[in-house]
Nanobody, 127 residues
Framework: QVELVESGGGLVQAGASLRLSCAAS????????IGWFRQAPGKEREFVATISWSGVSTAYADSVKDRFSIYRDNAKNTVFLQMNSLKPEDTAVYYC????????????????????WGQGTQVTVSS
C-alpha cells in the first residue's frame, strides 16, 4: 500500500508559477513511476506529466510541455511538478498517482495503469 499526499496548489494570476508536491509513504521500497493528472469541472481527468522511478525518463502533455517540469527526490519520497507561465486553462484539481513498475526507466501516461492516487490539490489561475 502506498499513500500519496499532494500539496502546493492555490489561486494565482496568469503568468505566475506554482510548485506542486506529491509525498509518498507506505510501501515506497517498491519501484513506482509517478504521474500528475488533472481534472477540470465537467471534463475528464487528463494526463499532465510523468516520471520514471529512476527519474531519468519523463513525458509531458503537449499542452504543458515547455512550461511544466517534473522531477523527484527519492531520498524524500517526493515528486515535484514545477508549473511556470500558468494559464487560466490550467485551472483544475491536480492529482498524483503511483504506477508500480519493474523497470526503473518506465512510466505511463494512462491513468488506468496507476495503482494509487492522492486526494488532489486545487489549482486556480485567474486571467
Amino acid at each position: 500500500q502506498v499513500e500519496l499526499v499532494e500539496s502546493g496548489g492555490g489561486l494565482v494570476q496568469a503568468g505566475a508559477s506554482l510548485r506542486l508536491s506529491c509525498a509518498a509513504s507506505g510501501r515506497t521500497s517498491s519501484s513506482y513511476a509517478i504521474g500528475w493528472f488533472r481534472q477540470a469541472p465537467g471534463k475528464e481527468r487528463e494526463f499532465v506529466a510523468t516520471i520514471s522511478w529512476s527519474g531519468v525518463s519523463t513525458a509531458y502533455a503537449d499542452s504543458v510541455k515547455d512550461r511544466f517540469s517534473i522531477y523527484r527526490d527519492n531520498a524524500k519520497n517526493t515528486v515535484f511538478l514545477q508549473m511556470n507561465s500558468l494559464k487560466p486553462e490550467d485551472t483544475a484539481v491536480y492529482y498524483c498517482g503511483a504506477h508500480r513498475t519493474y523497470y526503473m526507466n518506465s512510466y505511463s501516461s494512462l491513468w488506468g495503469e496507476y495503482d494509487y492516487w492522492g486526494q488532489g490539490t486545487q489549482v486556480t489561475v485567474s486571467s
